[in-house]
Each structure stands twice: as C-alpha cells, then as structure tokens.
C-alpha cells in the first residue's frame, strides 16, 4: 500500500516493466500531477501530467487530462500519441492547463514513442540518441506545436518521464540496474522535491525470455 500522499502504479507483462509514483507535494490535500498506463498487447502507453502550479486547480486539470487520454484510449487502443496530444488540447481548455508527457513503448518494433509539451522531461539509460524532448507550451492554454519522437531502443533499457517535482540533476546511471521498487524509493529519497508535487515513471523493456528446454 502506498501512503496517503502517493500514488503509486505498476504494471508488468512478459516485454516491459512499468512503474511510478505521483507525490503530492508537502502541505497539500490534493496532488497537481497524475499518472497513467496503458497496457495493451503490443505496446503500453504511459502518461505524465503535471497541473499548472499546485492544489486543487492543479489537480482538476491533471486529472482531466487523465480522465481525457482513458476514455480515448479505452475508445480506441491503437490512437496515436500524438493525436492525444492534440485533442487533450482541447479537452482542457478552461482548465487551468497542465504539462503532458505521453510514451509510449513498442516492444515488437523496438521503438518507444514520445510526444511531450511543457516541463516534463524525459531521458533513458543507457542515453539513447533522439529520444526526444517536450516543446514549450501548456496543454489547454497554449500550444504551438507538438511532435513526436520516435527512438529505436534495446532490451534492458530504461526509459524515465519525471514532473519538475524531480530534479533535473537526477542520474540514471547509478540506479538503472536496480530493481523497480529499490529504484522508485531511490529517486523518492534523493531527488523528489517536497516544495511541488513529484511524479517520476519508469518504462523497464524486458528482453524475451526464451522458453525453457523441456
Ligand atoms: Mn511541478
């Protein structure tokens, strides 16, 4: 059971590992950022949201940009992460906007996928070249222009989305290799910040295991 303050989510299949936390910051009833994941057969998605400033307003627009991705995930699994991005857009105008991270692995390709707009960073280790970054902008209120990356990846590789609650200094290379729960409690004690709500996500691809011989 996680705390009260923290939600947790973990899910696992035979291809990837996925799980996180979303802390709500210190002195506040509500948390601002959110988590999701998506599990389908051939891929997981998963998204990171963080709510303008913190508190209830904050969490209003998280949770409907979570509320927005289920029901057209659950409409339609294979929707692109773009498209997601774009009708989130609107799905939290009057709002008061929020910053959204949306990934996705592939596991049959070797690609993960990566559309993101405002403060929501994204990184993996070992460094991979053009796994992609979020562009500027809030969803809801402002939005220029999205994209999405597209980075071939490797079995064992590690693929994090963080919320500004995480500190940008966080290093991979140390914890990449631990277990999920050890590497989750890592990044919770050394580079969750208690002054804003801190949400950090790990996408694990699990190399197939062959069979055992009979
Ligand atoms: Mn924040």
């Keep these: 059971?996680?705390?009260?303050?923290?939600?947790?989510?973990?899910?696992?299949?035979?291809?990837?590992?996925?799980?996180?936390?979303?802390?709500?910051?210190?002195?506040?009833?509500?948390c601002g950022d959110a988590i999701a994941v998506y599990p389908a057969d051939e891929w997981v998605t998963a998204l990171v949201v963080d709510g303008l400033g913190h508190?209830?307003?904050?969490?209003?627009?998280?949770?409907?940009?979570?509320?927005?991705?289920?029901?057209?995930?659950?409409?339609?699994?294979?929707?692109?992460?773009?498209?997601?991005?774009?009708?989130?857009?609107?799905?939290?105008?009057?709002?008061?906007?929020?910053?959204?991270?949306?990934?996705?692995?592939?596991?049959?390709?070797?690609?993960?996928?990566?559309?993101?707009?405002?403060?929501?960073?994204?990184?993996?280790?070992?460094?991979?070249?053009?796994?992609?970054?979020?562009?500027?902008?809030?969803?809801?209120?402002r939005m220029r222009k999205i994209k999405e990356f597209v980075c071939e990846v490797e079995p064992n590789d590690l693929v994090v989305l963080y919320s500004d609650g995480v500190s940008s200094r966080l290093s991979l290379k140390a914890i990449a290799k631990q277990p999920m729960d050890k590497l989750l409690e890592t990044v919770m004690k050394d580079w969750a910040k208690d002054h804003d709500d801190a949400t950090f996500l790990a996408i694990r691809f699990v190399a197939k295991s062959n069979p055992p011989a009979q």
């Excluded at 009260?4 to 509500?30: C, L, P, Q, Y």
């Excluded at 209003?60 to 991005?85: C, D, K, Y």
């Excluded at 949306?102 to 403060?119: A, D, M, S, Y």
């Design 1 to 30: 059971m996680s705390p009260k303050n923290r939600e947790d989510v973990r899910v696992t299949s035979d291809h990837w590992e996925v799980a996180g936390f979303a802390r709500t910051m210190i002195g506040e009833h509500s």
């Design 55 to 141: 508190g209830a307003k904050a969490h209003e627009a998280s949770a409907a940009a979570v509320a927005h991705v289920t029901q057209r995930i659950e409409e339609n699994p294979g929707v692109g992460i773009e498209s997601l991005m774009t009708t989130c857009h609107k799905a939290l105008a009057g709002t008061r906007g929020a910053a959204v991270g949306i990934c996705r692995l592939e596991p049959g390709r070797g690609v993960v996928r990566f559309c993101g707009v405002g403060n929501i960073a994204l990184t993996s280790f070992p460094n991979r070249r053009g796994m992609g970054v979020s562009l500027a902008g809030v969803v809801g209120y």
